[in-house]
């Protein structure tokens, strides 16, 4: 099956600090990565996307590339500010299973001014 | 289109109770997708519709969950002889054929805590 790994958490930068949180998955088939975000009190977001390997999602200064050959989604951004304060989850839909998401274990990231 | 809601948003329920949630995917969505999330943890797959059609349970769903989709619209999860392990917040998905299917929209969760 397919399984998900980001880095542990919980993360503290400053405002303007550059950003990276690790994802690495395995999978069988044609997998799809994904980030989503849950910021507090509210539910999941989509944050971006790839569809195949080398795509770059990007989205609110955000990105990451698909990476097939590390099996890699890392998500990055320049410079974060204090809204960008929240829970990341990585995520892969798993095709033999009508596209139902395997998560990661989230990423808590904390921006302080 | 208000996207998905989930009712209610807070069950607090004894041991031994039954208890059933309510999602409404948003209008026109095909497939519906339920999963459970305990702190600390991402969201896990318990089941998901396409259609009125239950296509796929995780082993996450022991017998005593269950899951419906009347009419190919909203979903009810119930639970019955509530246990403390059963102590999560269940997220509801919905996503349309014409997006590909990959992009899922979820709701806000309804967390459930069992005395």
């Known amino acids: 099956g397919n399984s998900v790994t980001q880095m542990e958490g919980p993360v503290t930068l400053s405002e303007e600090a550059f950003l990276t949180i690790n994802c690495t998955y395995t999978?069988?088939?044609?997998?799809?990565p994904f980030w989503y975000v849950q910021y507090p009190g509210e539910g999941l977001q989509l944050l971006l996307k790839?569809?195949?390997?080398?795509d770059k999602g990007s989205n609110k200064g955000f990105e990451a590339t698909y990476r097939k050959e590390t099996t890699s989604f890392h998500l990055e951004k320049g410079s974060v500010q204090v809204s960008d304060s929240a829970v990341y989850f990585c995520?892969?839909?798993?095709?033999?299973?009508?596209?139902?998401?395997?998560f990661g274990k989230g990423t808590s990231l904390l921006v302080t001014p | 289109d208000t996207g998905v809601s989930q009712n209610p948003r807070h069950k607090i329920t004894k041991r031994g109770q039954n208890v059933t949630f309510r999602c409404d995917p948003i209008?026109?969505?095909?497939?519906l997708y339920w999963y459970r999330q305990t702190l600390g943890q991402g969201p896990e797959f318990l089941t998901y519709?396409?259609?009125?059609?239950?296509?796929?349970k995780s082993r996450l769903l022991s017998d005593r969950f269950s899951a419906e989709r009347p009419k190919g619209s909203f979903s009810t999860l119930e639970i019955q002889r509530t246990e403390q392990g059963d102590s999560a917040m269940y997220l509801c998905?919905?996503?349309?054929?014409?997006?590909?299917?990959?992009?899922?929209?979820f709701g806000p969760g309804t967390r459930l805590t069992v005395l």
């Open positions: 998905a919905s996503s349309s054929r014409l997006a590909g299917d990959r992009e899922q929209f």
């Open positions: 999978a069988t088939g044609y997998p799809s």
């Open positions: 790839a569809t195949k390997a080398d």
């Open positions: 995520a892969l839909v798993n095709s033999n299973s009508g596209y139902a998401l395997n």
């Open positions: 209008s026109e969505h095909n497939r």
């Open positions: 519709f396409q259609n009125e059609a239950q296509l796929e």
